[in-house]
């Protein structure tokens, strides 16, 4: 327990400084027993402690980074993710998410080609027309599990800008069939002792058994995709695998299958969690917030006039867009991890070789020293004028970095385009004296559980 809680000096500024440790370890759990459903909100205490505080994790040592200046300079100067990332390396393979240094480096620009501007204003024809046909499927009145409803609407997007044609719509259902529990297993994974992933459990063999059958899936399509382009060197499917399919390294060779399979995993896992939560939540604050409902509904019929939004509309979509980023805001993800590299030292403190250092992005977003009254949910924070003199450390929720999410552009175009065109068309409402109550799965804050009943709207001058 000694070395567990042990103390790390430094100097700041020429007098001696001491890294806190977070109180209410216990013997051998240290805080372990801090996290449970809703680490986030033990994370939420730290910055009380001072700017970098200490925690007790069962075999890490781990420091948690509170101030948006120091999570700047801990973000862009340090990539390396550590062991706790490799732990999902089964499931995601060699893909940017996990790879570290030169790898991570040429894996970035690889991939950059497929999330140019003008690949996404392709792939937002994907998101409008899954937008539109979701919002044709509701019913008024109808009851709707909107997490559930939002997952879905994600997921079938995020395969769809992956995978185009009648092969790429089988791809995408198996995708579809398998990813929900593969990801449910895999927070499990990441979140439990290493030691645990080595035993012949019935989880452990039912995950590699779907990350088997995740191949399978892929194998296909990489094939046909491969085949098009030796036939036909001018063919362009339109979709992100397309772009992986023919990008090309510093020395003219393309990426191995295994590497696009990788590639395409990490962003169906990372893409599909992130956009669907994004806009559950939405949702849910639009409804707590009528005034708001109200403003952007005013908006929507302006620029859209009941019409799906589309990506030429996008700059015309003020309030949509600063609604996204004030949501990204209140539920951004709970952790990100870099690894403390020999000889580092952060904000006067010298940190130790091999140690986690830990940044949860919302409880910085929470945090009423980063940004005024933080419970309130307010899209006019984004507004130019309010986010001047903002530390860069202070909206985290794509990363920062060289670590940046290099599909932040796509989510936030998808999750725009598609909550104009609900929104455009149906007014969600909550059950009297509902409150969603929130547990952490995997890397992201998500509700128990959001019912919502949906209601029709009337726009005027709107066909039909």
Same mark, same amino acid.
């Given at each position: 327990?000694?070395?567990?809680?042990?103390?790390?000096?430094?100097?700041?500024?020429?007098?001696?400084?001491?890294?806190?440790?977070?109180?209410?370890?216990?013997?051998?759990?240290?805080?372990?027993?801090?996290?449970?459903?809703?680490?986030?909100?033990?994370?939420?205490?730290?910055?009380?402690?001072?700017?970098?505080?200490?925690?007790?994790?069962?075999?890490?040592?781990?420091?948690?980074?509170?101030?948006?200046?120091?999570?700047?300079?801990?973000?862009?100067?340090?990539?390396?993710?550590?062991?706790?990332?490799?732990?999902?390396?089964?499931?995601?393979?060699?893909?940017?998410?996990?790879?570290?240094?030169?790898?991570?480096?040429?894996?970035?620009?690889?991939?950059?080609?497929?999330?140019?501007?003008?690949?996404?204003?392709?792939?937002?024809?994907?998101?409008?027309?899954?937008?539109?046909?979701?919002?044709?499927?509701?019913?008024?009145?109808?009851?709707?599990?909107?997490?559930?409803?939002?997952?879905?609407?994600?997921?079938?997007?995020?395969?769809?800008?992956?995978?185009?044609?009648?092969?790429?719509?089988?791809?995408?259902?198996?995708?579809?069939?398998?990813?929900?529990?593969?990801?449910?297993?895999?927070?499990?994974?990441?979140?439990?002792?290493?030691?645990?992933?080595?035993?012949?459990?019935?989880?452990?063999?039912?995950?590699?058994?779907?990350?088997?059958?995740?191949?399978?899936?892929?194998?296909?399509?990489?094939?046909?995709?491969?085949?098009?382009? =030796?036939?036909?060197?001018?063919?362009?499917?339109?979709?992100?695998?397309?772009?992986?399919?023919?990008?090309?390294?510093?020395?003219?060779?393309?990426?191995?299958?295994?590497?696009?399979?990788?590639?395409?995993?990490?962003?169906?896992?990372?893409?599909?969690?992130?956009?669907?939560?994004?806009?559950?939540?939405?949702?849910?604050?639009?409804?707590?917030?009528?005034?708001?409902?109200?403003?952007?509904?005013?908006?929507?019929?302006?620029?859209?006039?009941?019409?799906? =939004?589309?990506? =030429?509309?996008?700059?015309?979509?003020?309030?949509?867009?600063?609604?996204?980023?004030?949501?990204?805001?209140?539920?951004?993800?709970?952790?990100?991890?870099?690894?403390?590299?020999?000889?580092?030292?952060?904000?006067?403190?010298?940190?130790?070789?091999?140690?986690?250092?830990?940044?949860?992005?919302?409880?910085?977003?929470?945090?009423?020293?980063?940004?005024?009254?933080?419970?309130?949910?307010?899209?006019?924070?984004?507004?130019?004028?309010?986010?001047?003199?903002?530390?860069?450390? =202070?909206?985290?929720?794509?990363?920062?970095?060289?670590?940046?999410?290099?599909?932040?552009?796509?989510?936030?175009?998808?999750?725009?385009?598609?909550?104009?065109?609900?929104?455009?068309?149906?007014?969600?409402?909550?059950?009297?004296?509902?409150?969603?109550?929130?547990?952490?799965?995997?890397?992201?804050?998500?509700?128990?559980?959001?019912?919502?009943?949906?209601?029709?709207?009337?726009?005027?001058?709107?066909?039909?």
């Amino acid at each position: 327990m000694t070395s567990l809680l042990s103390t790390v000096r430094g100097r700041r500024a020429g007098v001696e400084s001491t890294v806190p440790t977070a109180p209410g370890a216990l013997p051998f759990l240290g805080h372990w027993h801090r996290f449970g459903s809703t680490p986030h909100r033990f994370l939420s205490t730290l910055s009380a402690h001072g700017p970098v505080v200490r925690v007790g994790i069962p075999g890490y040592e781990t420091y948690v980074v509170t101030e948006p200046e120091l999570i700047r300079e801990a973000f862009t100067g340090l990539s390396d993710q550590g062991s706790m990332i490799e732990r999902a390396e089964l499931l995601l393979g060699g893909g940017v998410t996990v790879v570290s240094g030169a790898t991570h480096r040429r894996s970035r620009r690889l991939i950059a080609p497929a999330f140019a501007k003008a690949r996404i204003a392709q792939y937002a024809t994907v998101m409008t027309a899954m937008g539109r046909a979701r919002a044709d499927q509701w019913r008024d009145g109808a009851m709707l599990a909107v997490n559930e409803e939002m997952h879905d609407l994600a997921l079938r997007t995020v395969a769809g800008a992956l995978f185009s044609g009648e092969l790429g719509e089988i791809t995408a259902r198996r995708v579809h069939r398998l990813l929900p529990e593969v990801m449910t297993l895999l927070a499990r994974r990441v979140t439990r002792p290493a030691w645990l992933d080595r035993l012949p459990t019935r989880g452990n063999r039912r995950f590699v058994a779907l990350v088997d059958q995740l191949k399978d899936a892929t194998a296909d399509i990489i094939a046909a995709y491969r085949a098009d382009l =030796a036939a036909d060197p001018a063919i362009d499917h339109g979709d992100l695998l397309d772009t992986l399919i023919r990008a090309r390294d510093e020395d003219g060779a393309p990426l191995s299958d295994k590497h696009v399979h990788d590639e395409l995993v990490n962003f169906l896992v990372g893409g599909t969690e992130a956009i669907g939560m994004t806009a559950t939540w939405l949702l849910y604050e639009l409804a707590r917030n009528p005034e708001i409902e109200r403003a952007l509904h005013a908006e929507l019929d302006e620029v859209l006039g009941g019409r799906p =939004a589309e990506f =030429a509309d996008l700059p015309r979509l003020d309030l949509t867009k600063r609604l996204v980023l004030e949501t990204l805001r209140r539920y951004s993800p709970w952790l990100t991890v870099r690894h403390v590299p020999a000889g580092y030292e952060l904000g006067g403190y010298p940190l130790p070789e091999g140690a986690m250092l830990f940044v949860c992005p919302i409880a910085v977003h929470r945090d009423p020293e980063v940004h005024a009254d933080p419970d309130r949910f307010d899209p006019d924070r984004w507004l130019p004028e309010a986010t001047a003199g903002m530390s860069r450390g =202070a909206h985290i929720p794509f990363g920062m970095g060289a670590r940046q999410c290099p599909g932040n552009v796509f989510a936030l175009t998808q999750v725009a385009l598609q909550i104009a065109t609900l929104c455009g068309r149906w007014r969600l409402r909550l059950e009297p004296g509902f409150t969603a109550r929130e547990t952490v799965i995997g890397a992201l804050v998500h509700p128990k559980s959001l019912p919502m009943r949906v209601e029709a709207r009337r726009v005027p001058g709107a066909e039909g």
